[in-house]
């Protein structure tokens, strides 16, 4: 192939309005149409020794695929991703690709936090071919394995890890139950991400095909209430992969946090994603939307968060003030540039380096302040990033008279609390195995935000596909080995 060495622009992905689409739930990234991603792919230098791949979790061949696309070959472009990668329309929306792939593609000045804005849009372009695959149903060949078609597995929870895990299961023959505690499947990508940056039909297509591969999906079943993971064996589920995601949030710990119209993230956007609140009268989840909001955190869920609030503002006729308030800068901020970016188009308010310490009410007990110390920024901390310094007597006060608190998530403990001999790290996460997933139980296997804490969509799927990858040799060993 002829290699082009000439740096060109790089190419934006078609967006909407930002006036225009703050009022809906609409996706917002448009994506590339063939033209723009033939011209994208015509900037990579195809690198003799690629570094963009050692950026992604999940080792995607990204100078494969990507000179695939400049051939015209998007079939060839599919199935290169899908090697690594299960879900590549749902990645190519939602990886923080600029501090993964994007971030070691050679176009990214050396030192700098995150992608620069001349690195390969590699996300876009494995969306471009994820909706390909999409458009035209492709699907990698099974690998049945006749010997393990009689064989029962459990996956529990339904995120991305599970989903991936499943899939992987069924492709090689194997019979897979899928139970999900929820009454919808997706895990984060339906109750957390709205649908302006994870349409639904989208994740409702990948789903689908998994059912339509054989995989049992059983919702509204909380595994460790209704049955435990022991019962599961004695009813004949030779494996079990728990996926149970980091679900339970994080809290301030300030005086006033326990005020009404004080939500969690997770409860915010459940309502609002999950529920359907943004479509209220038509189902029937209202959420009592505020007239000054302030969402407190500085990652993806605070920018889900604040840029739903927004969105109800303006559909309930609200003058929209909205406004995200973090101890760091706008530097350290762990959201993906693209919703900081887009979330300050559609009208959202940052205040920087500000901690929150008091939530005070009127009479009836309804949040009306948030009172705060201003900060500096310290030396690096633990993770690296400038540790916040209050400055004493800087205290000021800001109307809130709904605050969304989105400061992180811990592990969901509804499972692993009554599965005594699953062994747990100090913070609750599932210890396992780094290389087959594998946990204290014989026979389960865990992956996603449970194992490690908060994560990333690929690195759940990375996860559950190293241990779909254990599964089937364990259940090979197990079941199948001549006696
Ligand atoms: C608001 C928000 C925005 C995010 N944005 C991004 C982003 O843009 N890009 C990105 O890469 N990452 C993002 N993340 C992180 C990413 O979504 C997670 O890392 C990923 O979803 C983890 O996948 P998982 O499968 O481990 O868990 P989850 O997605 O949390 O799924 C776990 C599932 O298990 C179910 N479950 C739990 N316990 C049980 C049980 N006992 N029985 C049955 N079911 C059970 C839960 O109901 C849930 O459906 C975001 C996270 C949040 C909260």
Redesign the pocket.
């Known amino acids: 192939m002829q290699v082009n060495t000439i740096k060109k622009e790089p190419v934006k992905a078609q967006e909407s309005n930002a006036t225009e689409r703050a009022c809906t739930f609409e996706e917002v990234v448009r994506g590339y149409s063939e033209s723009d991603a033939l011209k994208e792919a015509s900037r990579c230098i195809q690198c003799k020794d690629p570094s963009c791949i050692s950026g992604c979790p999940v080792g995607i061949e990204i100078k494969t695929f990507i000179a695939k696309i400049a051939a015209g070959d998007y079939d060839g472009a599919y199935f290169t991703i899908r090697r690594k990668n299960n879900f590549p329309s749902i990645c190519g929306r939602?990886?923080?690709a600029e501090y993964q792939c994007r971030k070691a593609c050679v176009f990214t000045k050396k030192g700098s936090p995150f992608a620069s804005p001349g690195a390969i849009n590699i996300h876009f372009l494995e969306r471009f071919i994820g909706d390909h695959g999409i458009k035209k149903n492709l699907d990698v060949p099974a690998e049945k394995d006749e010997r393990l078609s009689k064989i029962k597995t459990a996956v529990?929870?339904?995120?991305?890890?599970?989903l991936a895990c499943a899939g992987e299961l069924a492709r090689h023959g194997i019979s897979v139950t899928l139970?999900?505690?929820?009454h919808k499947t997706?895990?984060?990508?339906r109750?957390?991400?709205p649908p302006f940056?994870m349409p639904r039909d989208i994740l409702d297509f990948e789903i689908d095909s998994l059912k339509k591969m054989g995989v049992d999906i059983v919702p509204n079943?909380?595994?460790?209430?209704i049955k435990t993971v022991e019962e599961l064996f004695k009813e004949g589920y030779r494996a079990v992969f728990l996926?149970?995601?980091?679900?339970i949030p994080s809290f301030l710990g300030i005086r006033g946090e326990d005020l009404c119209n004080i939500y969690s993230?997770?409860e915010f956007?459940t309502r609002v994603n999950l529920m359907s609140a943004y479509k209220f009268p038509e189902f029937h989840t209202p959420v009592n939307i505020g007239r000054h909001v302030i969402v407190i955190g500085g990652g993806?869920?605070a920018m889900?968060a604040a840029r739903s609030a927004l969105r109800l503002q303006k559909l309930n006729n609200i003058a929209p003030d909205t406004t995200i308030v973090y101890r760091r800068t706008e530097i350290e901020m762990p959201a993906?540039r693209l919703e900081i970016e887009h979330a300050k188009e559609e009208g959202v308010k940052f205040r920087f380096l500000v901690k929150p310490e008091e939530l005070s009410g009127d009479e009836k007990g309804f949040v009306k302040k948030l009172r705060c110390l201003e900060c500096t920024l310290g030396s690096p901390d633990g993770s690296g990033r400038r540790r916040p310094v209050e400055t004493a007597g800087s205290d000021f006060e800001m109307d809130c008279d709904m605050a969304v608190i989105a400061i992180g998530?811990k592990a969901?403990e509804?499972?692993t609390k009554v599965t005594p001999e699953l062994k747990l790290d100090k913070y609750g996460d599932v210890v396992v195995d780094k290389e087959t997933m594998a946990t204290s139980i014989k026979g389960v296997f865990a992956?996603?935000?449970?194992v490690g804490g908060?994560?990333?969509?690929?690195?759940?799927m990375g996860m559950a596909k190293k241990a779909s990858k254990a599964i089937v040799d364990y259940l090979t060993e197990q079941c199948c080995s001549v006696r």
């Open positions: 939602v990886c923080p529990i929870g339904s995120g991305p890890a599970g139970f999900e505690g929820l997706g895990g984060v990508l109750y957390g991400i940056r079943r909380l595994i460790g209430r996926g149970l995601g980091a679900g993230a997770n956007l993806n869920t889900d993906r998530l969901n509804l499972l992956g996603g935000d449970i908060e994560g990333t969509v690929i690195e759940a």
